[in-house]
């Protein structure tokens, strides 16, 4: 079962529904034996020029979303809430920086593809629990450093620092907003059915079951 996750790295309930969707792709491979393979697409929730990075998290915040100060503090203590109830902690008196999040990107690119879905929970657990600023490289390596390895992170320092995978993180970012997706996160199940943002992980297990029945009944005609 393949499965395609259309987040950002400084997505707070991308990170919950990448949570969610483990634990409901881990109960449908214990239950009906098919793994469930997890894959991440670039989505920037909040595309940022070079002439304004650094700029204040909250006040880019406020300014992009309209929002009072109060109905900021209401919306980061909604997403703390419902984080901690599935096991995630958020600080969001620690993030400080807007981030351009397109060198994160190209980072999981260069990743192993068996090492992704750990390097994205690492990223997200240094912006959310850390305020580390997720848009630069010497700080993406020694996260990197952390889930891949000395030798592997070496490895992929260069291509990095040279920004090789920015075209195509760029190409595949612009192919998603083509195709419609204009919120994240949004999941596409064995590319039959998707789930828009961050669910419980019921939601993902039934849509799991449901692409799976619907692979069951293709094989059945087929045969």
């Known amino acids: 079962m393949n499965v395609q996750v259309v987040s950002d790295v400084v997505c707070p309930w991308c990170r919950i529904g990448k949570k969610n969707l483990r634990a409901a792709a881990d109960r449908f491979t214990q239950e009906t034996g098919e793994e469930v393979n997890i894959t991440f697409l670039p989505f920037l929730l909040d595309p940022i020029k070079p002439e304004e990075e650094g700029e204040s998290f909250r006040d880019r915040f406020v300014k992009r979303k309209g929002l009072s100060e109060e109905q ?30 397109v060198p994160a990107h190209e980072l999981m690119e ?31 390596l020694a996260i990197a ?37 204009s919120g994240v996160p949004f999941t596409i199940v064995d590319g039959k059915f998707a789930v828009s943002g961050g669910q419980p992980p019921q939601a993902f297990y039934e849509t799991l079951l449901k692409a799976q029945g619907v692979n069951q009944e293709i094989a059945a005609r087929q045969g």
Not at 75 to 100: C, H, I, P, W, Y
Not at 118 to 129: C, P
């Open 72 to 101: 900021m503090q209401q919306m980061f203590q909604r997403v703390t809430e419902v984080g901690a109830s599935f096991g995630l902690n958020f600080d969001f008196g620690k993030v400080e920086l807007a981030v351009n999040t």
């Open 145 to 181: 450093r952390t889930v891949l390895g000395e030798a592997e992170t070496n490895a992929i320092e260069q291509p990095l620092r040279n920004h090789r995978e920015r075209e195509n993180v760029l190409g595949m970012i612009g192919q998603v907003q083509q195709s419609g997706i």
């Open 110 to 140: 260069l990743a192993p593809a068996d090492k992704r879905e750990a390097l994205m929970d690492a990223l997200m657990t240094a912006y959310f629990e850390q305020g580390q600023n997720v848009g630069n490289v010497d700080v993406l």
